[in-house]
């Protein structure tokens, strides 16, 4: 980053400090996500985004002439070492924390953020929703958001009987029971419903179930390490050659890095913003971060939540001016809670009063080779009420 100076400790993660000061102290924001572990690629989008974010706020003179101050720890797709890491961001007192991949880590880290820390948190992620802890705001989709309009469309393009392959957590359990409802609310049926380890690698047995059973969509919630696994088995297996079809509603380009070629072709997936969105600001906004990371792995995506962490960064900015730079917990929490932004990655979005949650336009889109192409999509979304 331009103007700026990185340091690191043995215990204390990365600090990355403006060059310019102002004498109330700079604004510190800490980022606790999994940099190391198998949702790294995702955990890395989601520090180069608020790199990327923070670059963008301080060469504007940041937030009411103060600069931002990031500081990262890794939590290490670990929700224990999670709950210990955190607590470095405390001890440094940041005034934000933005982070956690899995809902178990933002379980496992929350009531050090905002009980011992006083700390405001936001969770970035595409998760299952109906966390409305106070001081704590979800600014990534969720399954009312993604589902509604997506269900139907699948039953209306033929699929009726539906397998739902997933992993054993807390996102994928309460998606499948929305997905169900809409399932048979518009006429199709589940056939089978089952939950893996998070590290399973091996789905033979499932595959042939999907093949014996004439399934003919696959509602896949399996996530990392799991995930390069299954989608290559089920291509493999002729599944989507004879007819069928699959989506994963967070998969997204970041994911197409850390899967073997093509095998994801004709997938769905529903979320905020995938590189195909066309209006202005997210294609700039897009090649602006491209342009600060060049031949990056680690892409700026929605379905990694690095789309979550500009949402949550850009919120909270608005959050803090209208606080008159008032950085305590419960002052900027109050403003966070109706901010809005006006461009964003996907289009605006805006926090939806006593929801603790974000509506955003939401797209569907299938893979086709690299490529996501965007079938629809619909224009602010709201949540689900708390």
Known sequence: MTNESIDAGPASGLVIRPMWRHSAGPIKIGIATDTTGPLAIFGNSNWQAAQFTVKLINDAGGILGRPIELYLEDTESDPA?????????????????????YSSTREAMKNTILERGKTLYIYPQVYEGGDCTPHLYCVG????QQLADF?????RQGNKRFGMPSADYQWPHVTNKLARQLIEANGGEVIFEEYYPLDQIEYSSTIAKIVGEKIDHVFNTIAPPGIPAFVKQLAESGFQKNGGTQSCIYLDENVQSV???????GTYSVTDFFHTVQDPFSQSLLAKYNGMFPRTPYLFT???????????????EQSVIEANGDLAMEAVSAVFDRASISEGPGGPAAMIPGTHHAAMNIYVAQAKGPNWEVISHTSMVPPASC
């Open 302 to 316: 929605s379905g990694s939540g690095a789309t979550g962490v500009y949402r949550a960064i850009k919120l909270y």
């Open 259 to 265: 899967v073997a070629k093509n095998v994801l072709d």
């Open 141 to 144: 989709a969720t399954p009312t």
């Open 151 to 155: 269900i139907p469309y699948l039953i």
């Open 81 to 101: 070492k999670a709950a210990i890491n955190v607590q470095r961001l405390i001890q440094k007192k940041v005034n934000l924390v933005i982070g956690g991949l």
